[in-house]
């Protein structure tokens, strides 16, 4: 028996194009004499379609598909994730469903029974819990279906949820001779194989072979890496797709093959996650254009070589925007880090603007000293005039700002967060050094005198970040404790050596900065906890964040 | 019996503040000899804590107020919302609870069954449904619980959800007494006593008196207007505590009075909704000034009149902006609102600037013709200087666009949508002259040329907002229809007798703005559907948004 995999790619609520994809799958798997063809989670929809399911021509419309893919499943028994009308009068009015052909006939659907409603996901906003584990059977094998979470109860990975049924239990009272899952399980920095290790339970207590289908691509903020799974009864893996494309992996039950590695999921793959996140973001809204602000700094230098590789470099723009606080380093710098990535840089002088609006402002200003208002009136300016480039000659704007500075809002509104996509949101400032020698280790990719200058804004005269900020080796942890694992403050401190004191004043910082976050563009989700999704706390509020 | 209803104003997570206010609370009902004193929901953090509730030294620190309650309680019965713990292993962590008190000890916790997981609200994300209607017994009088929704599902008037269980049918098999609800009901505009309605099915059904208390005060974008409520057995509204101000109302049982009308929730009440939407930001974060750009259009007068009457008119500081594109009719009239309303006004000519920009960006913009770029230079310069203005004295920018224009995506990031609070983000424009008309009524506080004046963003010559947008009397209504009430588009096309693909072309364009609306300050939510909180939608998707 022969299980086709089709790890694809789809748009949300582009019905058209992801049915296309599935009706193209299914050829490729008929060419390939597969008898089984498993879908990702919510295939026809992709995954998350989010409030677009309380539109209930959303929904008839991802129905209507069925009658599409239907004529093309006859030889085949086929998967495919939707959404579909709950037929009761229950809690929710809808299901998270798989709809399940057998040989040309839509024979049922199965539907998700654990609603994962915590970080990312808030399924319990649409969907009602499914029922029971209905067991399909095609050419004398008995086949269980489940949809992503449904697994995960099972080896007690779930986000603070505990789930009170756990359908691998169930499952396994019926015996099934295969287990089919459809995922849409989003990447993230260093989740290491746990999807693989929470299959592999699940194998292993069926005792039967594991076949999971994960979406891939970039949906807004959320990354899916792919890396389809097959673990046989063992709980082995047997075989792995490719990770971050699209990709086909067919299993045949009846060969046996030894037991492979499961992805590594290490800086290399966090780079290639960022790629797809701008790829996507730009081919999925039909952009191909990208301009960004190259400073000299790390930060940007980073951003080009991942629009460099999204986009190609004929399709990014960098611009210099220098003012009298910027070094001649950050000039020469800048332009030797484009010229490595063949991408065009321009340079323009906003000094003499800046001057304009010193000028202009100076009666409104009181006499009161240089602060943060000049330095955010120079990156403002760079905001406006890369933005005014954006609109005149169709280039999307990067935002090169990283997760250490969002956290601590060092960072001006309408300045350096302008854009449309925040690249590094999600990636603290250590990481991007990580990033920047994984690049180096094959060829020169980010110039080294960019590397290992010392952070700074300039912004004013002789100004570095560690001006302001605690150093990024005390600083970043302390954003790691507290926001991607939710560790008190006292066991960062005790974890990190550093003193309460210090942890509670970082802690206060990123409250504070909530406001500024909130303006931001949306940023890519790289880690476990994000700024920009699955984190939802007021402005106003005064829990670790006493007024002064 | 008397029933003291404690209307507070919590603070999220300022359990200093809050349990202070109770504490007083107490003392004011002990000084009215009160029996029994009824709090909002969550009155200990302050509705919506929101992802606060994940911090497990959070709700030890909301438990740990009951200690400093309780010796408060003696000679009371009182019932307290706050986040508990849930005891078993279940699937979420928490209840949504009433400490209940009686005679200064704590005799139990009831937990809210109903947990509305739409719209603005995710409480399924943080919280486990109680379980049955235990009653409590005070004085010789069998006292039910609720909190909030658990009475709605009575009379279905609840958001796309139907919950299997209705507390008030499990209750009216326990016969109690008196039944008491805390809540915490957002306010919105032309939400027709739906409260009062919702309760008196209650009241009836359970043949006893009910009395809510309901959360006053605004949290970041949500709005609580207060209107506590008491209802006789026979489902008439007795007595109303005031609006949108903290407010005890007294409540005595055994004295008989006639029923008054329910609130009526008109034009009057949006007004003071705004107001206290705006008071609420400042005071609760200690901010005290604020500054808006006065243009001489309808938005920005209104939003300075809220302003004046939510912080003072010596607090507010208004700025015109003009460009060559500035008509005199705008300045003379932005003179003649600000005088209206006492506020200083300054003018700052920023023509210069703008032709400092077009200078500068010359060389790089290829011949192009005009465009929304030069526009939007020209909104991002008043941006930047407001800006500036705010940061060097200290002034909170407060946001004049409108709920229609948000829509369309009619405005300029980092333009004229820079600021910390968008007032009028969920006031359509023909609202906002329903409002100004509203405040003219007693006196003059919109100028009247401003109000006859047809809408303009004065960035090229003779424009007009009708150039660009479909008419506001046929734009503000399907916005109402497909945001606010989710109809088919046909339905609107049919109610508002215009073409289907006229209603087509705005929800493409409203979908097209998403991108904006993201990277908005936090607006006030006045309506039913806000763009700001309680709908969440994809950028990148293609539901009627097909790409061009």
């Known amino acids: 028996m022969k299980i086709f995999i089709a790890q694809l790619n789809p748009t949300i609520g582009d019905f058209q194009g992801n049915t296309g994809k599935i009706v193209e799958a299914l050829q490729r798997a008929k060419k390939n004499r597969a008898d089984i063809v498993l879908f990702p989670e919510l295939t026809i929809t992709g995954y998350p379609p989010e ?19 239907r004529p093309l499943t006859k030889g085949l028994f086929v998967a495919v994730g939707l959404p579909r009308k709950n037929p009761l009068k229950r809690e929710k009015g809808l299901f998270n469903s798989a709809a399940v052909f057998s040989d040309g006939e839509l024979i049922g659907f199965k539907d998700k029974r654990l609603l994962p409603t915590y970080d990312v996901f808030d399924e319990r906003r649409y969907f009602e819990p499914g029922k ?36 691998v239990l169930d ?51 959320l990354i899916f890496d792919g890396h389809s799974l097959f673990l046989n009864e063992k709980g082995e893996v047997i075989q792995v797709a490719k990770g971050f494309v699209e990709d086909d992996l067919i299993v045949d039950l009846d ?65 210099a925007l220098p003012t009298r606080y910027s070094s001649q380093g950050s000039a020469s710098d800048a332009k ?6 063949g991408i065009e840089l321009r340079t323009i002088d906003i000094d003499p603007i800046y001057q304009s609006y010193l000028a202009l402002l100076e009666p409104h200003f009181n006499d009161l000293p240089f602060d943060a208002t000049e330095e955010n009136l120079q990156t403002r300016i760079r905001g406006m005039v890369l933005m005014a480039l954006s609109n005149k000659l169709g280039f999307i704007l990067l935002n090169t700002g990283n997760k250490s500075e969002m956290a601590m809002g060092y960072t001006t509104l309408y300045g350096d967060m302008c854009g449309g996509l925040g690249v590094l949101h999600d990636v603290t400032k250590l990481n991007i050094y990580q990033l920047a020698e994984y690049l180096n280790r094959k060829q020169r990719v980010i110039s080294e005198a960019i590397i290992k200058k010392v952070p700074s804004a300039e912004l004013r005269p002789n100004q570095t970040d560690q001006d302001t ?10 954003i790691e404790g507290y926001i991607e694992k939710r ?37 890519l989700r790289v880690t476990q906890k994000a700024f920009s999704k699955g984190r939802n706390v007021p402005i106003v509020q005064k829990w670790r964040f006493p007024s002064s």
Not at 272 to 295: C, E, H, N
Not at 336 to 341: M, V
Not at 469 to 478: A, I
Not at 501 to 523: D, F, L, N, S, T
Request: proline share 6%.
């Open 171 to 221: 499952l396994q009272l019926e015996r099934p001779d295969l287990l089919l899952n459809l995922s849409a399980s989003p990447y993230y920095f260093e989740r290491k194989d746990v999807r693989a290790s929470v299959l592999a339970e699940t194998a292993k207590t069926l005792c039967c072979p594991v076949v999971m289908c994960n979406q891939v691509g970039a949906n807004d903020k």
């Open 51 to 69: 409030d677009l399911l309380l539109d209930e021509e959303f929904i008839d419309a991802a129905y209507g598909q069925l009658e599409v893919i």
């Open 336 to 341: 030797e880090q484009a010229s490595f990535l």
């Open 487 to 523: 560790l008190p403050l006292l066991t960062i401190a005790t974890e990190q050596t550093c003193s309460l004191e210090e942890v509670q004043a970082i802690v206060r910082q990123i409250h504070i900065a909530e406001y500024k976050r909130r303006q931001a563009p949306i940023g």
């Open 132 to 167: 029971g584990e209905p067991l399909f059977t095609f050419l004398g094998r008995r086949i269980g279906i489940t949809i992503c979470e449904d697994v995960w109860r099972h080896s007690g990975t779930v986000g603070y949820t505990d789930y009170l049924s756990d359908p």
């Open 469 to 478: 900020l605690p150093p990024f080796k005390r600083l970043d942890p302390v």
């Open 255 to 319: 060969v046996p093959l030894c037991p492979c590695r499961a992805p590594e999921n290490g800086i290399g793959d966090l780079y290639k996650a960022l790629v797809l996140g701008v790829r996507d973001y730009f081919y999925k809204q039909g952009f191909t254009r990208a301009i960004l602000g190259l400073s000299g700094g790390i930060d940007s230098a980073l951003v080009a070589s991942i629009a460099k590789d999204a986009l190609g470099s004929e399709n990014v723009l960098c611009v």
